[in-house]
């Protein structure tokens, strides 16, 4: 590829992520939180999706340049930072988020962004070129890349719009694939009025998304990559053995996946687990200690009418954890709206919720004199809500009753939801933990209802608000070493404080079956990966558990300099 090469300070490892498609405030919150972060290791990401229909305004941008009412158009309305008018993102078009460290002189000014701004022109002209659309190139008056630049009839084939500050890099390029290029009608591009636009199906380029993706993380390697290659995608939908184009979902419902077995994806069937990784080894093996401490908890969530996660998750660490007087309750009922193929929890239709249920779980942390309380939920996508209302009921509940105790909520995603999400953000847990649950590739099959690009944002929209973040990740379903080091990065990126990596248990022989038990050695190699990554505390290790040492981890992580909690733990 002709042009300059953009040099970079230091040998950064440099991360490619395909994340299917991601509402388009996911994809911001996740780039502010990557942008913003000072990361003890830092990275250079370009994070590759689909977004869903958007019209984006840039910081130039008009109302006036919205030719349709914003209520009458099938998409969201967002205001952006970037620079620049307004434009459109997709389905069929892949938009690029280069989130890069530069060498430039002045930190950012003038001279800097428009020779990155051209290093990104370069990126996608190599790539059309690549792809069999040769007449591709600049025009002297606006960013982007043109078709027919020097002819009579110029018109753009992609957009750009990039945010330099502090020498880092946020935002890109959209590169329309195979779009509904009546979408841009409703608008005047880019505030361009004088020429038109395009795409590579309109030019009669014939490529799936993942043939494009596949030539723009190639080319992006060799324009900016200078360290280490780490690559990883969520999975392609496939039709006939090929990636459907607009299919490559990850995280929104597109049909009715309760048609397909538990946690298996479209032409998939959990197998049973057919004698390949053996009987259960020794490190695996918990002794089921039925003592006082036990007896005493159980018999006080049943005369409260209380749930934990504990029973209904079928964890290998109960008897340790409730004869210590630990324990993690489950509000919003015991059933769940989701069907995530590792789980346990009743899936059948929820109840209604029982208003009473956050004053039974503070009287029962009182009870058992919790220094540090974790309350998690069913995901109930039932509720206007999702169930956000209750948690800050709960977190209140048991602030009320023992000032003194520390609340962790492990919450689901709430689809998404900034106003749920914001509502348990603005009452302050000590801790905010959601489980990113596997490696990227393995989201659609693992959690079909839920998204790597989601949870990362819930993650990075917490972190934003000054909260400790944690999450967890369960290995032996099918991930490699390298995956798990890819998501360790992935969570150091957005700030994750606290991270648990454990063993996954198959409850049942529906679930999704166990690939491989992972040796104890490769969870204390996990936990130093995560430790040189800037993360504060990693917890690994077969029996892990989201909610394992949970109060330790938080003193851990307070002690390694990370956000201070609204009420401080202290031991039992």
């Known amino acids: 590829m002709g042009g300059r090469r953009r040099p970079v300070t230091t040998t950064r490892p440099f991360r490619v992520r395909w994340l299917g498609r991601v509402r388009y405030r996911d994809a911001l919150a996740l780039q502010q939180r990557i942008h913003a972060e000072e990361p003890t290791a830092p990275q250079d990401h370009l994070l590759l999706l689909e977004h869903h229909a958007v019209y984006t305004l840039g910081l130039r941008a008009t109302l006036d340049h919205l030719l349709a009412p914003a209520n009458e158009i099938d998409a969201e309305v967002v205001q952006a930072d970037r620079g620049g008018d307004i434009t459109y993102h997709g389905p069929g078009q892949l938009v690029g988020y280069p989130m890069l460290h530069l060498a430039g002189k002045r930190g950012g000014g003038m001279a800097d962004t428009a020779a990155y701004v051209a290093s990104v022109e370069e990126v996608v002209?190599?790539?059309?070129?690549?792809?069999?659309?040769?007449?591709?190139?600049?025009?002297?008056?606006?960013?982007?890349?043109?078709?027919?630049?020097?002819?009579?009839?110029?018109?753009?084939?992609?957009?750009?719009?990039?945010?330099?500050?502090?020498?880092?890099?946020?935002?890109?390029?959209a590169l329309n694939v195979a779009p509904d290029l009546t979408h841009f009608d409703r608008m005047v591009p880019c505030g361009i009025t004088e020429f038109g636009v395009t795409s590579l199906a309109a030019e009669g380029i014939d490529v799936t998304m993942a043939e494009v993706v596949d030539r723009v993380a190639a080319r992006a390697i060799e324009q900016w990559a200078a360290g280490p290659v780490d690559r990883a995608d969520v999975a392609w939908r496939r039709f006939a053995g090929k990636p459907v184009d607009g299919e490559a979902v990850n995280g929104e419902r597109d049909g009715d996946l309760s048609l397909f077995s538990r946690g298996a994806g479209p032409g998939e069937v959990p197998a049973p687990d057919d004698g390949r990784v053996g009987r259960k080894p020794s490190w695996m093996r918990v002794p089921l200690d039925v003592g006082p401490g036990y007896r005493r908890l159980k018999s006080l969530m049943r005369d409260q009418g209380l749930t934990t996660v504990?029973?209904?998750?079928?964890?290998?660490?109960?008897?340790?954890?409730?004869?210590?007087?630990?324990?993690?309750?489950?509000?919003?009922?015991?059933?769940?709206?989701?069907?995530?193929?590792?789980?346990?929890?009743?899936?059948?239709?929820?109840?209604?919720?029982?208003?009473?249920?956050?004053?039974?779980?503070?009287?029962?942390?009182?009870?058992?004199?919790?220094?540090?309380?974790?309350?998690?939920?069913?995901?109930?996508?039932?509720?206007?809500?999702h169930g956000a209302g209750a948690f800050v009921a709960t977190i209140e509940a048991i602030r009320g009753a023992s000032p003194s105790t520390a609340v962790e909520v492990l919450i689901p995603d709430c689809r998404g939801d900034v106003e749920a999400l914001s509502k348990i953000f603005d009452a302050r847990p000590d801790v905010l933990n959601h489980n990113v649950e596997t490696v990227a590739r393995l989201q659609r099959r693992v959690r079909p209802s839920a998204s790597y690009a989601r949870s990362l944002s819930v993650l990075a929209r917490a972190g934003a608000s000054g909260l400790t973040t944690k999450s967890s990740i369960m290995v032996g379903i099918g991930e490699t070493d390298e995956e798990v080091d890819g998501c360790l990065a992935d969570l150091a990126a957005v700030g994750c404080d606290i991270v648990t990596i454990g063993q996954y248990l198959r409850p049942t022989t529906t679930h999704l079956p166990i690939d491989r038990w992972v040796e104890p050695d490769v969870f204390d190699r996990w936990s130093d990966v995560g430790t040189a990554l800037g993360i504060g505390h990693v917890e690994a290790g077969p029996l892990t558990r989201s909610s394992y040492h949970a109060r330790q981890a938080a003193h851990a992580t307070r002690a390694a300099g990370g956000p201070v909690p609204v009420a401080l733990s202290v031991g039992r």
Request: some cysteine; glycine content about 8%.
């Open 310 to 385: 504990c029973e209904e998750a079928g964890c290998p660490n109960i008897s340790e954890c409730w004869n210590d007087g630990t324990a993690t309750f489950m509000i919003n009922g015991e059933r769940c709206t989701r069907a995530c193929g590792f789980c346990l929890v009743d899936t059948r239709r929820p109840d209604a919720l029982d208003p009473d249920e956050p004053r039974r779980v503070a009287e029962a942390v009182v009870e058992m004199g919790l220094a540090h309380a974790v309350v998690t939920a069913v995901a109930r996508d039932d509720l206007a809500d």
């Open 125 to 173: 002209i190599a790539v059309c070129r690549d792809l069999g659309l040769t007449d591709v190139g600049r025009l002297d008056r606006y960013p982007g890349v043109w078709v027919e630049p020097a002819g009579p009839r110029p018109r753009k084939v992609a957009a750009i719009g990039v945010k330099l500050t502090r020498s880092r890099t946020m935002h890109g390029f």
